[in-house]
């Protein structure tokens, strides 16, 4: 017999223990209380399946909806650049030299042909009369070889005359022929002589004349960068000594356009622009040129347009930075919707009896807690563009209605739309409220 085997009628020791520290009715009050918790979650689990499947099975939506509206609908193209004069000269010295004196300073007003500065005259002065002297002496020459051809013809005249007779020999006609054509050579040479010496002269009296630097134009000076006593050296580049501008009166705004926004630009459009210098003050423009020539800066290509400015106040200077809005297009009376109004999808409901799993939901119990719509398959939104096919949505007894439209003029934040059954007034669908 086991040791756990109890005899009949004999009490087990244990079980006596258990019965007088109340052991057992424990262990049944736990099992008892476990028995309701597990029913009780069971029903709520299946009040709430029956709740979920009797009801709507979509959740309610509410849109957020925006009149449409109509006014004037203007196109601008922002740009930043520069503003700078019509035409700008920088003045240097072609020669070398030291600077005498300087007769002119910053914002001076100049003319053509005024001596701006002087350079030191003496070495020049000295080459100038030595290359006179040589054009003297190249002359003097020039006359003796005259002398010479023309004594050298007459004795050829002479031995042919006597040679006829007989009197001279022919050997004699043939030293007086050669004796002319040598002199005829170096009459020809030393002419050549008086020719080098007249463009030495001319080269030297050109360098003189350099010393004097006269303005190229009619302007303002806009810097000076010479002192009088400061050499110049002139022998790799031309030093730049003063920069002029031409009358400033009439100046110009180079920008750079985006090459997403140039082909909406082109000459002869209206434009404002504005300065740091003068807050609150706009200044208008008008675009004169667009060049061709791209300009690549870090990757980012933008195209030139210079626009023409009226300075007549002397208000703007040059080098300003300018941030300019020009106007491409301009439509009065544009029926007009919010951006948002375009790219809008209502989500659809999915179709009752449609897998779980295609409608983008979990399966089983999960996806009957889950909201029963499908995604919204409309992809990347693409960028609205002028006479593309778009669409606008309105509610027609409490759902969503799709009217097509063509897209007209965009703003960045209002867009034209072209369509019939759109009115002032209408209220379309630019997103939604809220889902429960």
Request: charged share 20%; proline share 5%; no cysteine.
């Amino acid at each position: 017999m086991n040791d756990d085997e109890v005899p009949s009628g004999v009490v087990n020791p244990s079980a006596e223990m258990a019965e007088t520290l109340g052991l057992n009715k424990a262990h049944r009050s736990f099992l008892h209380r476990y028995k309701w918790y597990l029913g009780g979650g069971i029903a709520l689990i299946v009040f709430g399946m029956v709740g979920l499947s009797t009801g709507s099975g979509a959740p309610d939506v509410s849109f957020r909806t925006a009149p449409v509206t109509r006014g004037d609908l203007t196109v601008t193209v922002t740009a930043t650049g520069t503003i700078q004069p019509l035409n700008q000269v920088d003045v240097g010295a072609e020669i070398s030299g030291l600077i005498e004196a300087v007769n002119v300073d910053f914002n001076d007003r100049v003319s053509l042909g005024q001596t701006l500065a002087v350079m030191d005259k003496d070495q020049l002065s000295a080459r100038v009369r030595q290359t006179e002297a040589q054009l003297i002496s190249a002359l003097a020459k020039v006359e003796e070889a005259k002398a010479s051809e023309f004594e050298a013809r007459n004795n050829l005249e002479r031995a042919e005359s006597l040679h006829k007779k007989g009197n001279v020999s022919e050997q004699s006609l043939d030293n007086a022929s050669a004796g002319h054509a040598r002199a005829i050579a170096v009459l020809a040479s030393v002419k050549a002589q008086v020719t080098v010496a007249e463009a030495n002269l001319a080269a030297d009296q050109t360098n003189l004349a350099k010393t004097d630097i006269t303005a190229p134009i009619d302007g303002i000076v806009l810097t000076r960068q010479v002192e009088p006593g400061q050499t110049v050296a002139a022998s790799l580049q031309t030093p730049v000594l003063f920069t002029l501008a031409e009358d400033l009166s009439a100046m110009k705004l180079v920008v750079d356009i985006d090459e997403a926004d140039i082909g909406q630009v082109r000459e002869g459009q209206i434009a404002t622009f504005s300065v740091d210098a003068y807050a609150g003050r706009v200044f208008p423009a008008t675009i004169t040129s667009v060049r061709f020539a791209p300009k690549n800066e870090g990757g980012v290509v933008t195209y030139e347009a210079l626009l023409s400015v009226n300075n007549s106040d002397l208000a703007l200077r040059p080098g300003m930075t300018a941030t300019s809005t020009i106007t491409t297009a301009n439509r009065n009376g544009a029926v007009m919707v919010p951006y948002a109004a375009l790219r809008f999808t209502p989500p659809m409901p999915a179709d009752d009896d449609e897998p779980a799993a295609r409608r983008g939901g979990p399966p089983g119990l999960m996806g009957m807690m889950m909201p029963r719509f499908n995604r919204n398959r409309g992809g990347r939104q693409t960028p609205l563009q002028v006479g593309a096919p778009g669409r606008v949505w309105v509610m027609d007894d409490g759902s969503p209605r799709a009217i097509p439209v063509e897209v007209g003029l965009l703003d960045g934040e209002r867009a034209e739309v072209i369509a019939d059954g759109i009115a002032e007034g209408t209220q379309v669908i630019i997103g939604i409220q809220a889902a429960g």
